[in-house]
C-alpha cells in the first residue's frame, strides 16, 4: 500500500534485457499500481512507465490535464512489422486525485498490423484497444517514475524531466498477453 514514492525528478530504471526490450515480443502486459497526488506545476507529463524511445516501444503516462494515457508506437519506415504508427488510449476521467488505481498494458501483436492488438485497463476495467503488433528490438531504456531517455507521447517526442508526483507500487511485467479476468484480479 505504501509503493515507491516519487517528487517528479527521480525514477527507478532498469537496464535494457531481451525479457523487455531487447528481442521481438508479440506479447506483453504491465501491470501497476499508482497514485498521483497532483499535477505537476511546471505543466509536464508525469510517466508511470516506460520502455523504448523514439522509434519504437511502450509506455503510460498522466497528461498535464490529469487523464491516463496508455500507448505503444512503431516509427512509419522503420517498423518491421508494418504498425507505422502510435496507438493511444485515453481515460475519460481524471486520475490526478491522490487516490490507488490500477492501470494495464496489454499487447497481443502479430507479425503485422492488427485492429485492437493493444488493450488498456484502468481499475480493471477495459479503457478501450487500438491497433498494435509485435514490438521489434527497442534499447533506449526502461524507467518506471520519468523517462530514461526518451519516449513518445500522443502529442510528440517527449525527452527530459517527466516524472510522477505520487506512488507507484507492484509494477509487473509479463511476456504473455494477460486475459481481462486476469488483469481485473491483479486490480482487486
Not at 517514475?145 to 517526442?157: E, K, L, N, P
Request: no cysteine.
Amino acid at each position: 500500500g505504501n509503493g515507491i514514492k516519487f517528487d517528479g525528478t527521480g525514477s527507478v530504471r532498469m537496464n535494457n534485457s531481451t525479457d523487455i526490450n531487447i528481442g521481438k515480443h508479440a506479447q506483453r502486459s504491465l501491470s501497476l499500481w499508482f497514485k498521483a497526488d497532483k499535477n505537476r506545476p511546471d505543466g509536464k507529463k508525469q510517466v508511470l512507465y516506460e520502455e523504448g524511445g523514439f522509434r519504437r516501444g511502450l509506455n503510460t503516462y498522466i497528461n498535464d490535464d490529469g487523464l491516463l494515457y496508455v500507448g505503444g508506437w512503431d516509427k512509419p519506415g522503420s517498423s518491421p512489422t508494418g504498425w507505422n504508427e502510435s496507438s493511444w488510449i485515453t481515460s475519460t476521467e481524471k486520475v490526478v486525485d491522490g487516490k490507488w488505481h490500477h492501470v494495464a498494458l496489454v499487447l497481443d501483436g502479430e507479425n503485422k498490423a492488427t485492429p485492437n492488438a493493444l488493450t488498456a485497463y484502468l481499475d480493471g476495467e477495459k479503457l478501450g484497444s487500438d491497433d498494435g503488433a509485435a514490438l521489434a528490438s527497442h534499447s533506449n531504456g526502461i524507467a518506471l517514475g520519468s523517462i530514461a531517455g526518451q519516449t513518445r507521447f500522443h502529442d510528440g517526442v517527449g525527452r527530459g524531466k517527466q516524472g510522477l508526483m505520487g506512488s507507484i507500487d507492484e509494477a509487473q511485467i509479463f511476456n504473455q498477453a494477460l486475459t481481462s479476468s486476469q488483469v481485473k484480479s491483479l486490480a482487486s
